[in-house]
């Protein structure tokens, strides 16, 4: 298996311009995350999916964020328009949803907004 | 709701020294606990985990990490540290109940190696 597939490995933008991010689960696994990951706050659930439904949605920081996840094998994190303070690593993790809890990382997208 | 303290922020060891990182859980029940390991660049990889039965338990890498309930730890350890362990390393916790996958993380220990 492929593991966690992110796309792109790194980003840069301008301020005010729309971000997106994507990510494709390892195939079979049923809950997929996105985290965000910064020096200041550390690592951040911003939320998370079950089946494609969102479950938890309570780290996402503001409305210029958004996820979905059209099907089975694609997520996307959007922001809106981007500002600096959201430069930072942002990582998707898959897991097969049998209790076992083991999440398993993608290897990260690095976003910078100047 | 549960949390995860990793009291150590930085430790630097000897090559071929031990090595021991801290973690405190808090939880209402057993948890589930993680071991996971963060190289610069990279994603997180599970190193090892603890679900029931045995409190201590082997991991990748010559990693071992013993439960104990009485004090709400799960210390991470390693008798011999390589170069190629220098890392960052994050425990986390989840909850026991069938159907709530989320994992609270702690903020990490970064582990620095000296020859």
């Known amino acids: 298996d492929a593991g966690v597939i992110q796309s792109p490995r790194h980003e840069v933008t301008e301020m005010g311009q729309e971000v997106t991010l994507r990510c494709k689960p390892i195939s079979g696994h049923d809950y997929l995350f996105w985290y965000r990951q910064t020096m200041m706050r550390g690592l951040e659930l911003l939320i998370y999916f079950n089946n494609n439904v969102p479950i938890d949605d309570s780290g996402m920081p503001e409305d210029r964020f958004s996820a979905k996840m059209p099907n089975a094998s694609f997520s996307t994190l959007k922001i809106q328009p981007s500002e600096p303070r959201d430069s930072a690593v942002y990582f998707c993790?898959?897991?097969?949803?049998?209790?076992?809890?083991?999440?398993?990382f993608g290897p990260g997208t690095r976003l910078t907004v100047t | 709701a549960q949390s995860v303290t990793q009291p150590d922020i930085h430790i630097t060891v000897s090559e071929g020294a031990s090595l021991e990182l801290r973690c405190n859980y808090s939880y209402g029940a057993t948890p589930y606990l993680f071991w996971y390991v963060q190289s610069p660049g990279q994603g997180l990889q599970l190193l090892l985990k603890?679900?029931?039965?045995?409190?201590l338990v082997q991991g990748i890498k010559g990693f071992e990490a013993e439960f104990k309930r009485s004090q709400s730890s799960f210390n991470l350890r390693k008798p011999s540290v390589h170069w190629s362990d220098a890392a960052e390393y994050f425990c986390?916790?989840?909850?026991?109940?069938?159907?709530?996958?989320?994992?609270?993380f702690g903020t990490g220990t970064r582990l620095t190696i000296i020859p």
């Open positions: 986390a916790v989840g909850q026991s109940n069938f159907g709530n996958e989320k994992l609270t």
């Open positions: 993790a898959s897991t097969r949803g049998t209790g076992d809890h083991e999440q398993y």
């Open positions: 603890y679900f029931s039965g045995d409190t």
